[in-house]
């Protein structure tokens, strides 16, 4: 079967880092993504994985390793704006993306 | 980058009423339109795949006499949720592939739905 699992929520200060880990199980594997959503808004793109190792984009990271079935998103510098929730979809063989429940990221002054 | 809309972004309607939701891609030809639901701090839940032209795909458990989805045309999805209840009122998402990459999905802004 296919799942996938992410903490609920995390708190983290301001200009501190946080990692924030994924972990799922598929048979079909196409790739990891991260998106963050503020509240009341559409999911916005972060990140993908396809390959194992470290992508790094600005404040932002991803690390994938498909043969443990995990990845993580790295946050550095936090920021207030960065008060979200982070989810993490993986796209399955038929293309089609696999999602998290989300974690809520509460930062604090 | 490629933009997708959503209209209308907010609707209150009685119950028993019918409600329409477009998706539009503003500049870019969406040959893949997705349509999710999202429930408050819950994830997104994929209801439908529509490719223009044919008919749509649902989900295991989404009727597909309740949520009517129309893809016209390559700019163009519709998601019609049919005689809504409040059990409906939730947080309708669509997202678009431009055909170019199976990885890259543009998503609308969303459509806020309560139904009294």
């Known amino acids: 079967g296919q799942n996938i699992d992410q903490p609920t929520e995390m708190t983290a200060t301001e200009g501190a880092i946080v990692q924030i880990n994924c972990t799922y199980q598929t048979s079909g594997f196409n790739g990891l993504f991260w998106y963050q959503q503020h509240a009341g808004e559409a999911p916005t793109f972060l990140s993908y994985n396809v390959l194992d190792g470290l992508e790094e984009k600005g404040r932002f990271s991803s690390f994938l390793s498909r043969s443990k079935g995990y990845s993580y998103l790295l946050l550095k510098e936090l920021q207030m704006k960065d008060s979200a929730s982070y989810l993490c979809a993986f796209m399955d063989s038929n293309y089609q993306l696999i999602w998290g429940a989300g974690t809520k990221l509460i930062i604090k002054p | 980058g490629a933009v997708v809309s959503q209209h209308p972004s907010w609707v209150i309607c009685k119950s028993g009423t019918s409600v329409k939701i477009e998706c539009r891609s503003l500049d870019f030809q969406a040959t893949t339109m997705f349509w999710y639901r999202q429930f408050p701090k819950q994830s997104l839940m994929l209801m439908a795949t529509?490719?223009?032209?044919?008919?749509?795909?649902?989900e295991q458990g989404v009727e597909k006499d309740k949520f009517l989805i129309n893809h016209a045309s390559l700019t163009l999805s519709t998601l019609t949720v049919t005689s809504a209840h409040p059990e409906d009122s939730s947080f309708y998402i669509c997202s678009a592939r431009d055909g170019t990459s199976v990885e890259t999905q543009y998503f609308g802004p969303g459509t806020r739905l309560l139904v009294l």
């Open positions: 529509s490719n223009e032209g044919s008919k749509a795909t649902y």
